[in-house]
Structures are given as C-alpha cells and as structure tokens.
C-alpha cells in the first residue's frame, strides 16, 4: 500500500472513532480485537485477499480460544458445519446463498463472514422490490457525464463492482425481492466474473478474492423467484431454526446481553427465568404443541422468530430498567409477547386466549406470568 498522508490518516482515525459511537456500529469495528487476535495467531494458508485462513473464519463465527489466551466469542450458534460449508464456499468459484426462514442469522451471519474475511462488512445491496441494475452494477454521475462525457471518472460504482476490483466480499440482501431482470444481471458477474461497461467498451474484470454472499427468506418464496440460472451459480447454505429449546435460550440471552449493553442497559443476571419463558412461548406456538407434547395449540400468524423473542427480552429489559427495579420480570415482557403473537387482531388474539387460558395458566410456576399476559390482554 502506498504512504498515507497525514490528511488520511486523520480521516481514517476521525472514521474509526465514528465507528465506536455508531449506534450500530459493523461487525469489523464491534470485534476488531477478536478479528485482530485471530488474524496476528492464525498461521494456515489463506485465499488471496483473505485477512485470515477458512479456519480462523469458522473460530470467529463459532467462538472458541486462542493459544495466547483471546476468547473468541460465539457469533453463530449451531451445527458448525453449516459454517464451515459456507466459509469454504467463499473460497470457490462459487457464490453463497444463505436461505432460511425469518430470523435465523441469515443477515448476522453474511455480515460476520464478510467482516472475517475482507475485513469489510459494508460493501451491501439492500435487495428490495424497487431496487434498480444500479445497485448490482454501475451508475453515472449525471453532472461529471454531461460535462466529461462517459468516462470511468463519470461511473457510480455499485457495492458489487466496487468488491469486484477490490477482491472483497460483497453482500446482497433479500436477493429474492429484487425483481427478476435486475437478479439476472449477477448471472455474468457470478459466472464469468466479469462486469461489462458497454458505454465504455470496457469492463471490471474480478479480482482473486471477489465473492458474494446473498441471503433470502424461506417465506418469500414466490415475491420473485429465483431463476434456475442465477440458483446454479450459489451453494445453497440452509440456516435452520435452534434446534433446541436451551440452544435457543443460549442465543437469545448472548444477544440481550449485547445489545443491553449498548443501550447502557443493567445486566440482568436474574432475567434468565423469563428468557426461558419467552422462548418456550415461542417455541410452543410456532411448533403447535407444548413442549411436554401432550397439547396442541394452534400457530398464530407471525413467525415467532428468535429475532422477535430477542427484541420482546430487550424492550423488557428497558421498561425494568426505566420503570421498575431493574430485574427483568413477566410484567415486563407480557406486553412484547402480546405484541408478537398477535399480528392479526381477529384470529390471532383468539389463539391467543386459548393458548393462556389452557397452558399457561395450568403450568406450575406460571402464575405471575399468566396474570401479567391476562392484563395487557384485557
Ligand atoms: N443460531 C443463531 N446464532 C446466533 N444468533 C442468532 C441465531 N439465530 C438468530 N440469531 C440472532 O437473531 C437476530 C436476527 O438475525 P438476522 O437478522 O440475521 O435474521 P435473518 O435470518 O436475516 O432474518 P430475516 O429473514 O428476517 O432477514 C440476530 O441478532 C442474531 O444474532
Ligand atoms: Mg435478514
């Protein structure tokens, strides 16, 4: 790399600092230390490009220790093949295509393993019905392209050019939302990896170390189909629903505990008993059957995710801790779960009723729980 200037290196620090205020700030900059221990540890061969080996990719994602004694925490939780599968798919020809219903890591995962592999976890294009060829490849700076004429100087590079030249991991969203002649333009780009400039006569040729990770929704199924062309140039990666009740438990509190510390939240050691709660509401609705398996219940409408049950543990997190005493209590969740299960106000809220009345209010050690749903129920 060449000499940076100072300027730039005021830019960068004043980016970085940026970086550690963000709201929300990237995986890169979230776990710089870990990423930064397990590249300067790691000494197995890595792709072109890669900040680290396929294995050090997989201990970031699946957590673990290093020699000198860093812990690396656990980003995925699950079978660690699924990672490992994906984490060498990267490293092929072939492109990754992460799918599964609603809320099961399938963003939080394409971001760790970009951020892993190229350090970068923002070179994204947010897949939606309205997203435009633009995105995917190339636009014009109108006022350069009337003034210049077209010229490389007049192009906007899209995410995925941008990661084409600079041999990194670039990321599609919801890849099943975009409409269909806008997914066939990354049929060129995955197969011949290249990315023609027809106004220029020209072309951004792929470097080594290029790929892309796109994910999609098992629900969207149908919103746009993917072609069979575009399917035959990603390994399918599929991300399934916690296997267990504790593994689900085990996500949800890691998650709570992160986010409440970015919200400068107390911790809530004490608020396992509901996390276990929430999640085998959850899971009893979404599986149709309580978990002993001796009564049936009918499904709501929504999908229950453990997306959902993170986010109703965090907002009772913040009502404890703003309105009560701190500890995260079933009057604290019961509006969240209330929230979740009842998407659609006529049928949802009688599955609903029917679930409180007959499991919940029947389970010992539930009763304080059964009052607080029956209150912001009423
Ligand atoms: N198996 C898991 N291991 C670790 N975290 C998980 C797991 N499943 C879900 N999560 C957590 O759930 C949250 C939501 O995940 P994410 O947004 O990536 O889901 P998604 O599959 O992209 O959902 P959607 O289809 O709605 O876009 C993340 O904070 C993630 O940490
Ligand atoms: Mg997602």
């Not at 041999?167 to 990896?193: C, F, H, N, Y």
């Not at 997190?317 to 106000?345: K, T």
């Not at 009688?350 to 050690?365: A, F, H, K, N, S």
Request: with cysteine; charged share 25%.
């Amino acid at each position: 790399m060449s000499k940076t200037s100072a300027a730039e290196e005021k830019a960068d620090s004043s980016s970085a600092e940026q970086g550690a205020q963000a709201l929300r700030p990237h995986a890169e900059d979230a776990f710089a230390d870990e990423l930064r221990a397990l590249a300067a540890a790691d000494d197995r061969p890595r792709p072109e490009r890669w900040k680290m080996s396929p294995w050090a990719v997989s201990l970031y994602l699946m957590g673990g220790t290093l020699p000198d004694g860093t812990v690396i925490s656990p980003k995925y939780v699950g079978p660690r093949r699924i990672i490992e599968v994906a984490v060498t798919t990267l490293a092929t020809d072939r492109a990754l295509l992460l799918l599964g219903v609603p809320g099961t890591a399938k963003t939080w995962v394409s971001e760790h393993l970009a951020a892993a592999v190229s350090g970068d976890s923002t070179l994204l294009v947010q897949g939606t019905a309205g997203t435009a060829e633009e995105a995917v490849r190339y636009g014009w700076n109108y006022a350069q392209l009337l003034t210049n004429g077209p010229s490389r100087r007049a192009m906007v590079h899209s995410p995925v050019m941008r990661a084409m030249s600079d041999g990194m991991i670039a990321r599609v969203e919801e890849l099943t939302r975009i409409p269909a002649d806008v997914q066939d333009s990354l049929i060129t780009i995955l197969s011949e990896k290249t990315l023609p400039i027809p106004e220029l006569g020209d072309e951004v040729q792929a470097v080594r170390g290029f790929n892309l990770i796109a994910t999609a929704n098992d629900r969207d199924r149908g919103v746009n189909e993917l072609s069979s062309a575009l399917r035959r140039r990603f390994n399918t990666v599929v991300l399934p629903l916690p296997a267990s009740s504790e593994a689900e438990v085990e996500i949800v509190s890691r998650r709570v505990e992160q986010i409440g510390r970015s919200l400068d939240l107390p911790p809530a050691p004490e608020g396992l008993e509901e996390i276990r709660r929430v999640v085998t509401v959850f899971r009893e609705l979404r599986d149709g059957a309580t978990v002993d398996g001796r009564t049936k219940v009918k499904s709501p409408s929504g999908t229950l995710s453990t997306a959902e049950a993170i986010s109703v543990v965090t907002g009772g997190l913040a009502l404890s801790a703003h309105f009560g005493d701190g500890r995260l209590r079933a009057a604290d969740v019961a509006a969240g779960i209330l929230g979740a299960v009842v998407r659609d106000p006529a049928a949802d809220s009688v599955i609903w009723q029917e679930y409180l009345e007959t499991v919940v209010r029947e389970r010992d050690g539930w009763k304080d729980f059964y009052r607080a749903c029956r209150e912001v129920s009423a």
